[in-house]
């Protein structure tokens, strides 16, 4: 249960790996939500749509939770998620989040989440 509810905090951290399998995932959970929301809108009816909707919402918000803990692991404040806005800059945002490690030990905004490895 501990772990569903780190699905809506934005506080601490993630790692690269645990990032890039999170991102993962909710591109296939959004892009499967939205072609059921098209598929029982235009076939049944718009009320079967509404779970599919919910759906959505719900992995864009984990997608943006986990995005602004990755920028904390990078030691950057969470309302960088929009600089996802500036053509170009996005571009390379998105490969320093999946690419630069993070810092190590802890920072401003909690533990290493690679602390048991960083120890020497």
Do not use: C
Not at 60 to 74: E, P, S
Not at 75 to 100: E, Q, S
């Amino acid at each position: 249960m501990d772990t569903f509810l780190e699905l809506f905090s934005f506080s601490g951290r993630a790692n690269r790996a645990r990032y890039f399998w999170h991102i993962l995932l909710d591109d296939f959970v959004v892009i499967g939500a939205v072609i059921s929301l098209g598929v029982l809108d235009l076939i049944i009816a718009p009320i079967f749509a509404l779970p599919a909707i919910g759906v959505a919402l719900a992995a864009a918000w984990a997608a943006l939770v986990i995005t602004v803990k990755r920028l904390h692991d990078l030691d950057r404040p969470g309302w960088h998620v929009l600089l996802f806005w500036i053509p170009l800059y996005n571009i390379w945002l998105g490969l320093v989040l999946l690419l630069m490690p993070g810092t190590i030990g802890p920072n401003d905004y909690g533990p290493d989440p690679l602390g048991h490895l960083s120890q020497s």
